[in-house]
T-cell receptor, first 112, second 115 residues
Framework: QKEVEQNSGPLSVPEGAIASLNCTYS??????FFWYRQYSGKSPELIMSIYSNGDKEDGRFTAQLNKASQYVSLLIRDSQPSDSATYLCAVDPQTGANNLFFGTGTRLTVIP | DTGVSQNPRHKITKRGQNVTFRCDPISEHNRLYWYRQTLGQGPEFLTYFQNEAQLEKSRLLSDRFSAERPKGSFSTLEIQRTEQGDSAMYLC?????????????FGPGTRLTVL
């Protein structure tokens, strides 16, 4: 069973603060990890991907990966109200289909 | 550059009817995935195509579901004899392989409501 667990939330942060979203996964063979943002009623939008241990930064977003701990996180700096959405962690277990396994998502609200 | 498109965006049908959804992937992408998402859950894998070949199907994909990608471009997902439990958002995603990252890009989805 390939499981992806996310902190349940909901998470509320004030505008300008750092939002921290966490995800753990069960399949130690997983190699690729993704964060998607999903606004209510819309489809998931890819915002970050990470494959190597350590940090990867893209603008206000930083993804962190620790394969030994089977843990991946997303930090959003200077949070804006427009960041209010559900954030989905997805894991590619590198099986034949390369289909993604998703967590249930963490709902983030940024309070103006 | 156009992204993944899906039609229709919404479909309301009565139980027992057949429905068909279409997905047009990003033009150069050779892999196409179908996922289903219900409220409060993450997307769940249904099936995928490498070019025109359907290579894997999830156990979630009952015999009432069939998918095709006849020329390796657009794909259709048909649900026969719909049930209320089929109500969900049906998402299509595409990716380019081989690639290092297998980034998958989703279309806007088709929201199915079965009455």
């Amino acid at each position: 069973q390939k499981e992806v667990e996310q902190n349940s939330g909901p998470l509320s942060v004030p505008e300008g603060a750092i939002a921290s979203l966490n995800c753990t996964y069960s399949d130690r063979g997983s190699q690729s990890f993704f964060w998607y943002r999903q606004y209510s009623g819309k489809s998931p939008e890819l915002i970050m991907s990470i494959y190597s241990n350590g940090d990867k930064e893209d603008g206000r977003f930083t993804a962190q990966l620790n394969k030994a701990s089977q843990y991946v996180s997303l930090l959003i700096r200077d949070s804006q109200p427009s960041d209010s959405a559900t954030y989905l962690c997805a894991v590619d277990p590198q099986t034949g289909a390369n289909n993604l396994f998703f967590g249930t998502g963490t709902r983030l609200t940024v309070i103006p | 550059d156009t992204g993944v498109s899906q039609n229709p965006r919404h479909k309301i049908t009565k139980r027992g009817q057949n429905v068909t959804f279409r997905c047009d992937p990003i033009s150069e992408h050779n892999r196409l995935y179908w996922y289903r998402q219900t409220l409060g859950q993450g997307p769940e894998f249904l099936t995928y195509f490498q070019n025109e070949a359907q290579l894997e199907k999830s156990r979630l994909l009952s015999d009432r579901f069939s998918a095709e990608r006849p020329k390796g471009s657009f794909s259709t997902l048909e649900i026969q004899r719909t049930e209320q439990g089929d109500s969900a958002m049906y998402l299509c995603a595409s990716s380019l392989t081989p690639s290092v990252d297998n980034e998958q890009f989703f279309g806007p989805g088709t929201r199915l409501t079965v009455l």
